[in-house]
């Protein structure tokens, strides 16, 4: 356990029984969507090379322009 980590639960030790439920439940609710996140991506991968090597074709072709921000 990383320094920083063990200083989050030793302050979260300080809160009351209630608030370090909350705490708890909102930290394994952020654990569990990074997963989803995770395996979403990994299903996905496939997908996101193949518009990736089609990005890069249309830009090799000279289809594309450079992003102007000024414009969006």
């Known amino acids: 356990?990383?320094?920083l980590l063990?200083?989050?639960f030793a302050e979260a030790a300080k809160l009351?029984?209630?608030e370090q439920v909350v705490l708890a439940k909102r930290l394994l609710a952020e654990l569990e969507?990074?997963?989803d996140?995770?395996?979403a991506i990994a299903r996905?991968?496939?997908k996101l090379a193949g518009l990736a090597a089609?990005?890069?074709a249309e830009h090799h072709a000279g289809l594309?322009?450079?992003l102007d921000p000024d414009r969006l």
Do not use: G, V
Request: hydrophobic residues 30%; negative net charge; without cysteine.
């Open 54 to 56: 089609e990005a890069l």
């Open 64 to 66: 594309t322009e450079e």
């Open 37 to 39: 996140f995770d395996r």
């Open 1 to 3: 356990m990383t320094t």
């Open 44 to 46: 996905s991968a496939h």
């Open 6 to 8: 063990e200083k989050a």
């Open 16 to 18: 009351s029984e209630d």
């Open 33 to 35: 969507a990074e997963d």
